[in-house]
């Protein structure tokens, strides 16, 4: 099993910045991605960012330009820095790992933590 705690999150102003942290820790071999996924209110949960254990990046169009990734592979710990927020950003972030498993993978999610941005 595979745990992550996630923290950094809050209350920040439009055009201001936060960073999030996740550490992973239990059954941390054979992690592959590692993430940030969020959801709003009444939406579906969306990708806003992703790093391979080899450095590959994904991000979403949304977040470009505003949002980096980064990772610790010593540390099983994946950031997130959010600079430029905009209400829109506002959600439970989440964080996720994912291992191979056949075919498919194996996904591990954290609690979540709140991110509102005030206007």
């Known amino acids: 099993q595979v745990q992550l705690v996630e923290s950094g999150g809050g209350l920040v102003q439009a055009g201001g910045s936060l960073r999030l942290s996740c550490a992973a820790s239990?059954?941390?071999?054979?992690?592959?991605?590692m993430g940030w996924w969020r959801q709003a209110p009444v939406k579906q949960r969306e990708l806003v960012a992703d790093?391979?254990?080899?450095?590959?990046?994904n991000l979403a169009d949304s977040v470009k330009g505003r949002f980096t990734i980064s990772r610790d592979n010593a540390k099983n710990t994946v950031y997130l820095q959010m600079n430029s927020l905009k209400p829109e950003d506002t959600a439970v972030y989440y964080c996720?790992?994912?291992?191979?498993?056949?075919?498919?993978?194996?996904?591990?999610w954290g609690q979540g933590t709140q991110v509102t941005v005030s206007s």
């Open positions: 239990g059954i941390t071999f054979g992690i592959n991605a």
């Open positions: 790093i391979t254990s080899g450095g590959s990046i």
């Open positions: 996720n790992a994912n291992r191979p498993a056949g075919m498919g993978r194996i996904n591990y």
